[in-house]
């Protein structure tokens, strides 16, 4: 729990990763808004540009068709100084200059029959409105766009009296339109341009680069305040994940002095419960030597005394060393331990009580192991203990068989009452697979502060763990319970 709980604050901490995120949004909403920003520049552009060339051109129509309609009506009148102004006031406007650089080419086009005459002069022009029957000299330059356009939009333009204007993909403006003189066509005017509008286009540019660059700062001034308060954060983080830490580890070692001490107590009360029950014995023999039992007495007293050193033994080392357990100078009969167990331990305790029967039933065949006898005992002697503590109040009786089976190269052992049996819920495994009957401070006692549930567990750890057995604890159909031990012979 406390793992995931650290996993979740992983989850949802401030870090770098997030820093880089808000950088790469914000570096594409910036794409995005200048991409938006041309587009909508390029609109204005193209707008005004439109708007300011029809403005153009419509300026400049109107000011030639009136000095046209002055020289028709009043050129023949004027004097030869005022007439000389206004061929060079036209010819200003029909060649290009440095006062209009947008200005490329201009020429008037009169209809005469089919086709058109050009005339692209402004004395020429004079000499034409004071004279229309003057035979007209060719144009001083070619004009084949004016030509062409006036060939596919002459006639219409004529027709509707109406301006035509064609901007190209070189980005010149070709515009035609009539001129008028006392109510009826004379001609068609024809210019050819090029809009200007870098001056415009570069203060446009430069606006939107400041716009830009001020953007810019912003953003780098957001991240950079971003990355101080992250790493303040970070700091932060840091310190309490250290002291956390401290604290944790502080907590795990109180825990684990805590649990040596619970386990040294309880290793203490197990082994007064067996000391106080097997020095009763070794006490009740003494009182009972006689001469003629002395070598009997003797014998049970030294095995008494050897498994109290045993427990001590056990008392004092939590992992004991693997050659005190098992090792090859160890040649114990398994059925030779059962029968002391149950003749000098338990059948002196049923001596007082009348309501627990044994009956064994061992194999002869049944070889020798290469543990401890000691070991051993610590393991049957439980487990009886257990069958007879949980066999309710009724006449117990407690069956215990070995079996060799030579092809499979195994022995059994097995340890079965008639008794209430074991609680369903104590035979449920965990995740690893073991029983919760094995499970340390597991008992079926209704008795509250004593050490209780630590015989099963004991055997378990002894007999899977230390010895290499396989112990199994299951309910029999009839009724009580059934433990079962496995030995590998190789």
Request: aromatic share 10%; with cysteine; hydrophobic share 40%.
């Amino acid at each position: 729990m406390k793992r995931q709980k650290l996993s979740s604050e992983r989850k949802y901490r401030f870090e770098f990763r997030h820093i880089t995120i808000l950088f790469v949004i914000l570096i594409a909403f910036q794409l995005i808004l200048s991409f938006v920003h041309k587009a909508s520049l390029k609109t204005f552009l193209t707008n005004y540009s439109e708007k300011t060339e029809k403005d153009y051109v419509n300026q400049i129509a109107t000011q030639t068709t009136s000095t046209l309609n002055f020289l028709i009506k009043n050129g023949k009148h004027l004097p030869p100084e005022r007439q000389k102004e206004i061929v060079t006031a036209i010819n200003l406007t029909m060649q290009p200059n440095k006062a209009n650089p947008a200005f490329k080419e201009m020429c008037i086009l009169i209809q005469s029959g089919e086709s058109y005459t050009i005339i692209d002069q402004a004395d020429v022009l004079v000499g034409f409105i004071q004279n229309p029957d003057t035979i007209l000299p060719p144009p001083k330059i070619d004009h084949p766009r004016a030509l062409k356009l006036i060939n596919e939009k002459g006639k219409e333009l004529l027709a509707k009296n109406e301006m035509f204007s064609l901007l190209e993909r070189d980005k010149y403006l070709h515009i035609l339109f009539p001129f008028n003189v006392e109510n009826y066509v004379a001609g068609i005017i024809y210019f050819k341009m090029q809009p200007d509008f870098s001056a415009f286009t570069r203060e446009i540019i430069a606006s939107y680069d400041e716009t830009t660059i001020i953007y810019l700062s912003i953003i780098l001034l957001g991240l950079l305040a971003m990355y101080y308060i992250a790493t303040y954060t970070a700091v932060e983080r840091d310190e309490a994940q250290e002291a956390l830490m401290e604290e944790h580890e502080q907590h795990l070692r109180e825990q684990i002095i805590h649990e040596k001490e619970s386990l040294f107590t309880k290793r203490i009360y197990h082994t007064h419960h067996k000391a106080e029950k097997v020095m009763g014995f070794i006490k009740e023999d003494i009182r009972s030597l006689t001469p003629a039992n002395t070598e009997e007495i003797k014998s049970r007293v030294t095995r008494y005394s050897n498994f109290m050193s045993r427990v001590i033994y056990d008392m004092k080392w939590y992992d004991p060393p693997i050659h005190t357990i098992r090792s090859m100078i160890f040649n114990t009969q398994v059925n030779d331990i059962i029968r002391f167990i149950v003749d000098h331990i338990f059948l002196r305790i049923s001596a007082i009580n009348h309501q627990v029967a044994y009956q064994l039933d061992l194999d002869p065949a049944m070889p020798a192991v290469h543990i401890n006898e000691y070991v051993i005992w610590e393991i049957i002697e439980p487990v009886i203990q257990n069958s007879i503590d949980h066999g309710g109040d009724s006449e117990l009786l407690i069956r215990i068989q070995t079996r060799f089976i030579p092809s499979e190269k195994r022995g059994i052992i097995t340890i079965e009452d008639n008794g209430l049996g074991i609680s369903s819920d104590l035979l449920e495994k965990d995740n690893s697979g073991v029983k919760k009957i094995f499970h340390e401070n597991v008992t079926t006692k209704n008795v509250e502060g004593q050490n209780s549930g630590y015989g099963c567990y004991i055997a378990w750890q002894l007999a899977t763990q230390r010895c290499g057995w396989i112990m199994d604890a299951q309910n029999v159909e009839s009724g009580g319970c059934r433990f079962t031990f496995e030995i590998p012979f190789s």
